[in-house]
């Protein structure tokens, strides 16, 4: 049986997207591809395979009890000060060890894959509740390692772009080996507010503010290394890892935050992430 006839419908709605048409009693609704149902307090969420997902509930108190549930099973609870994570067969087989919730309720999906797609349920004390669609898009591997892994020329540019539809209201945060490089916030924008992030990239980095994407100019063997992007909503954030790998003279220098490791090879890019 369904918890409620909103998470019920929606459910149905998802189960019977190939057919674009959903049904609430005597009712037919019919959509065009790619569109979603949303209820009132439904919020879509589209990601790529291997991104890490938080759907965000940040209003919970001590005397509230929380649960979670993928589709119709449940996966996560918390009461008081007391948190599980459910690990019956099936959710073992799906997530692993890939799910975390904070103290406010917040459902964290690490390195998410094809089968995370569904409706998930944030029911608060069995009287009110929220609707996450995620949906994991379909990329072909081969297409998601030209957009998250780039090898260039020293002394080229390189853009690093989230492949987004970006909300005005979203925060967009880029980092260099864990370093905060640059930062969209509303109409506002900051790139290299410390000293170390000015000293590396001198005036070399730029921000495309429709899209949040991010250009290295000039770019040196040294912004080899591990970029990471989060994007940052009221009701959701997405974190998605990228990868520069930067080439000089045949030489191909890879930069990690642990060894830094230089290849001679005059035919082939190599990336090591």
């Not at 290299?192 to 980095?205: A, E, G, H, V």
Request: hydrophobic share 35%; charged share 25%; with cysteine.
């Amino acid at each position: 049986m369904c918890e409620s006839v909103m998470f019920c419908c929606l459910f149905a709605c998802y189960n019977m997207k190939m057919m674009n048409k959903c049904t609430f009693g005597s009712w037919f609704f019919f959509f065009p591809s790619g569109l979603s149902v949303v209820g009132s307090d439904e919020v879509s969420v589209s990601v790529m395979e291997g991104d890490t997902v938080t759907l965000i509930y940040a209003e919970t108190n001590k005397q509230e009890d929380i649960k979670w549930y993928f589709n119709y099973t449940q996966i996560a609870e918390i009461v008081g000060n007391h948190t599980k994570i459910y690990t019956d067969k099936q959710g073992e087989e799906r997530f692993g060890n890939r799910l975390k919730v904070n103290q406010t309720g917040s459902l964290t999906i690490t390195n998410i894959t094809n089968t995370d797609t569904g409706l998930y349920k944030l029911q608060i004390n069995s009287s009110s509740e929220k609707i996450f669609n995620v949906t994991v898009n379909d990329v072909p591997a081969a297409e998601l390692h030209e957009i998250k892994r780039k090898s260039v020329k020293e002394g080229k540019s390189v853009t690093l772009d989230p492949d987004i539809l970006k909300n005005p209201n979203d925060t967009i945060k880029w980092y260099f080996n864990d370093i905060l490089i640059a930062e969209i916030t509303g109409d506002q924008s900051k790139i290299c507010t410390d000293i170390q992030c000015k000293q590396r990239f001198r005036d070399r980095l730029k921000l495309d503010h429709q899209t949040g994407s991010l250009t290295i100019t000039k770019t040196r063997t040294t912004d080899s290394g591990d970029y990471k992007l989060q994007i940052i909503s009221s009701r959701f954030s997405i974190v998605r890892n990228f990868g520069i790998t930067a080439t000089i003279d045949g030489e191909y220098i890879i930069q990690s935050m642990h060894v830094p490791l230089r290849i001679k090879n005059k035919h082939k890019t190599f990336n090591y992430f």
